[in-house]
């Protein structure tokens, strides 16, 4: 098992463009989510998805949107990149029908950074 | 009332001693109390967790000590070794919601 995977791994954008993080994971969870890590901030919540088709909106969804076309899958986009969005961006994935009060496993992380 | 306090910042503990971390929460309605560790490069990995019916768990020589009625709970890691210089975070979740402490970067002294 992969476990929960991200890519790319880094990327460098300019104010403006566009891109799509993608995060796979292959243990059948039904419950996806996407954080933001900046430095002495911890990580916050972006939007999350509890099945397929779904998504919901964390703790800070301004300029971000997600989709969930299928369950291993969930795609976050950054329709018009800005400097703040630089950040460390981390996707996780959890099983529990409970929702996410259950152990979240975590992709290794994609640095973005927004010039 | 969505906070979740975490302290120290950073915290420098000699190999073999008690590193003791510490968090405090607003919200009654969360339920489950996680620590997660990260070390430099990696994504954040489950490390123990606790949820209010209890008032302690020890899983080898870490313990989440939990305090209800103060809305704090704490780690404590025993016989630190430097291989738990790590970056601690503590969360509260429940009703929908996960928030993270700011996390506490550990460093034991060999």
């Known amino acids: 098992n992969a476990g929960v995977t991200q890519t790319p791994k880094f990327r460098v954008l300019k104010t403006g463009q566009s891109m799509t993080l993608l995060c796979a994971q292959d243990m059948n969870h039904e419950y996806m989510y996407w954080y933001r890590q900046d430095p002495g901030m911890g990580l916050r919540l972006i939007h999350y998805s509890v099945g397929e088709g779904t998504t919901a909106k964390g703790e800070v969804p301004d300029g971000y949107n997600v989709s969930r076309l299928k369950k291993q899958n969930f795609l976050l986009g950054l329709e018009s990149a800005a400097p703040s969005q630089t950040s460390v961006y981390f996707c996780?994935?959890?099983?529990?029908?409970?929702?996410?009060?259950?152990?979240?496993?975590f992709g290794p992380g994609t640095r973005l950074t927004v010039l | 009332q969505q906070q979740v306090k975490q302290s120290p910042q950073s915290l420098i503990v000699q190999k073999g001693g008690i590193s003791i971390i510490n968090c405090a929460y607003e919200?009654?309605?969360?339920?489950?109390f996680p620590w997660y560790q990260q070390f430099p490069g990696k994504g954040p990995a489950l490390l123990i967790a606790i949820r209010p019916d209890v008032s302690e768990k020890k899983e080898g020589r870490f313990t989440i000590s939990f305090n209800k009625s103060a809305k704090q709970f704490s780690l404590h890691i025993m016989d630190s070794q430097p291989g738990d210089s790590a970056t601690y975070f503590c969360?509260?979740?429940?009703?929908?919601?996960?928030?993270f402490g700011k996390g506490t970067r550990l460093h034991i002294l060999p």
């Open positions: 996780a994935s959890s099983y529990d029908r409970r929702g996410i009060l259950d152990t979240q496993y």
């Open positions: 969360a509260a979740s429940g009703d929908d919601k996960i928030i």
């Open positions: 919200n009654t309605a969360f339920d489950y």
